[in-house]
């Protein structure tokens, strides 16, 4: 049955409240999953994988990883897929990235640590794009998170972002015909991190969004079932 989320603000560590779309099944839960948006902020399409994790028996939000930028009691901005829309989040995904340290990082570890005080279970992070590469990040620095899935995340084939160490297991998925992300480096992504499950798909990048031209049915599903496996093994209390 559908699982309807709503919003909250989550105690930060510097004292903030960060806003955030949470969707929390009844009865026993499969894990946790904290859900990193895209640069497109916590829009429907964010907010409806959410609460499909939730219907999938796993407790799951979604913090808004740009309200530093423009602090709110919302979840701000909320983008489509436009030309615009997505000139919009490459310059918001630049003042995020430019925040001083921690920046966002601490906001990511906010969700993981509010989960797993919340529900009590191991708590894993699937991240989309920009939260691809926030996914790995966090499996590379917060020793809470059990787990982390990457969907064709945006800088983390780079050379910089493939040298770190994760401290979780790791699944990435990446499109083939992804032009923001050249299938070379994915490879030697894979190369570098053999530890890590790789999988590359006769798609483009969004290929799991169904509200953008990229999506590729196919490649969603296998990457989906995929996905839920990996939790299901890894968060298993």
């Known amino acids: 049955m559908p699982h309807t989320g709503q919003l909250l603000n989550l105690q930060t560590p510097d004292g903030r409240l960060l806003p955030a779309w949470a969707a929390i099944p009844e009865g026993p839960l499969c894990g946790a999953v904290v859900v990193l948006q895209e640069i497109f902020g916590v829009n429907s399409h964010i907010r409806a994988v959410t609460e499909r994790f939730a219907a999938r028996g796993f407790a799951a ?19 489509g897929y436009s030309d615009a829309d997505m000139q919009q989040g490459r310059q918001l995904k630049a003042q995020a990235e430019a925040l001083p340290p921690p920046g966002m990082a601490q906001d990511v570890g906010t969700a993981v640590d509010w989960l797993a005080t919340t529900t009590g279970q191991k708590v894993g992070a699937v991240g989309f794009c920009w939260g691809g590469l926030l996914a790995w990040r966090a499996a590379c620095s917060l020793p809470q998170l ?43 992504f894979d190369q570098v991190q053999p530890q890590a499950q790789v999988f590359v798909y006769d798609a483009d990048h969004g290929f799991n969004c169904d509200q953008r031209a990229s999506y590729d049915d196919a490649s969603a599903l296998v990457a989906r079932d995929r996905t839920l496996a990996f939790l299901d093994t890894q968060l298993r209390t």
């Open 146 to 188: 059990s787990a982390a899935v990457c969907y064709y995340g945006g800088g983390m084939t780079g050379p910089e972002e493939r040298s770190r160490q994760p401290l979780c297991p790791v699944m990435a998925h990446f499109g083939r015909h992804d032009h923001f992300i050249p299938v070379d480096t994915v490879l030697a």
């Open 61 to 79: 939000v979604a913090p808004a990883l740009f309200y530093r930028l423009a602090p709110c009691d919302t979840l701000g901005v909320e983008l």
